[in-house]
């Protein structure tokens, strides 16, 4: 398994107006919005992107999605090497886990935790 840095490499808001909070984003900060056909989701694009989707500069990329329940709240998700290890680590130093493993199209496997003090967060194992 090759060592990584965990840094944070994506991050979601949930919206009650998506096109309202779709539009704020945009205007505000100029970032890109890209629709996901077939979802209420919006990939955000605070930095450009080349064909492949990788970074041209320094910065992370998130998304916008309808929310579905008042306790939904903004989430960064970390970049580790294994989920399943990860989900083990919160777990033993405290945290909880909030959704188990799943595996995302064309992203790879993610999980939602949370630390000791309910801060939640997500981790990805992105797909190589």
């Excluded at 107006?17 to 205007?27: A, E, V």
């Excluded at 306790?71 to 970390?78: A, R």
Aim: glycine content about 10%; charged content about 20%.
């Amino acid at each position: 398994m090759v060592a990584m840095n965990h840094t944070i490499i994506h991050f979601e808001i949930p919206a009650n107006d998506l096109g309202l909070l779709k539009g704020f984003y945009s205007k505000v900060f100029g970032w890109k919005v890209n629709e996901v056909p077939g979802m209420d989701y919006a990939v955000l694009h605070t930095v450009p992107i080349d064909e492949n989707g990788m970074l041209l500069e320094p910065g992370v990329n998130g998304g916008i999605y309808q929310r579905t329940s008042k306790e939904q709240v903004p989430i960064n998700y970390i970049r580790v090497e294994s989920v399943d290890d990860y989900l083990d680590r919160v777990t033993s130093e405290g945290g909880r886990v909030l959704a188990p493993k799943q595996h995302i199209q064309g992203v790879g496997y993610i999980a939602w935790v949370s630390d000791p003090e309910g801060n939640p967060m997500g981790l990805i194992t992105p797909q190589m």
